[in-house]
């Protein structure tokens, strides 16, 4: 049974820093693409970072680029956003979410997720 379980999420001020962590069982993580996904309140999910399976090939959101990074330590079964300069409209529930089926170096449809961590930044 997949499962991932998101960690991390907290408050923080403008230009603050958090990482988020999200565990997965399941499924062998290397051949898995998985990512990062957040919706603000009120606002439509987007996607944050994807980390292609079997790869490091990754892609982010043009609104993270430079600030946000996404990377797995498979000996631990946990994926990680490293979220640095966060601004107030990173603000939102952030989801890991697993396509566990994937070819290498590709993507296809999400079929698992986590059940999200708040990320919440002040002015």
């Known amino acids: 049974q997949v499962r991932l379980v998101e960690s991390g999420g907290g408050s923080v001020q403008a230009g603050g820093s958090l990482m988020l962590s999200c565990a997965w069982s399941g499924y062998q993580s290397s051949g898995a693409c998985m990512a990062w996904f957040r919706q603000p309140l009120g606002k439509e999910r987007e996607v944050v970072a994807i980390?292609?399976?079997?790869?490091?090939?990754?892609f982010y959101h043009n609104s993270v680029k430079g600030r946000f990074t996404i990377s797995r330590d498979i000996s631990k079964n946990t994926l990680y956003l490293q979220m640095n300069s966060l601004k107030p409209e990173d603000t939102a529930m952030y989801y890991c979410a697993a396509d566990p089926s994937a070819p290498r170096g590709a993507c296809g449809a999400f079929g698992y997720w986590g059940q999200g961590t708040q990320v919440t930044v002040s002015s």
């Open positions: 980390l292609y399976a079997d790869s490091d090939i990754t």
